[in-house]
């Protein structure tokens, strides 16, 4: 799957800062550069949509789930 990104130049690291300003997706303006994410990227980004289609937050979805909204850390 492709999503709009904003790319802007880091003169520090000598690179480019990739974001992603049109999360949930929406067509692209025109203009405007796709990219390719990665399988996970697009699964977090399919549920952000969803989760933002319902009204829903996080901690809903962790009620649901009946788990804890913070990971347990080991160690």
């Known amino acids: 799957m492709e999503y709009p ?3 802007a130049r ?3 690291i000598g690179g480019f800062v990739v974001g992603f ?3 949930p ?3 692209p303006k025109r203009g405007r550069r ?3 994410v990665p399988a996970l990227s697009e699964a977090k980004f399919k549920l952000y949509s ?3 289609a319902e009204g829903m937050k996080k901690i809903d979805l962790a009620r649901r ?3 804890s909204p913070k ?3 080991l160690g």
Do not use: T, Y
């Open 10 to 12: 880091d003169k520090e």
């Open 25 to 27: 997706a929406s067509p």
């Open 65 to 67: 789930l009946q788990c």
């Open 21 to 23: 300003p049109d999360v």
């Open 5 to 7: 990104a904003g790319f």
């Open 71 to 73: 990971p347990k850390f």
């Open 50 to 52: 969803a989760l933002h």
């Open 34 to 36: 796709m990219i390719r």
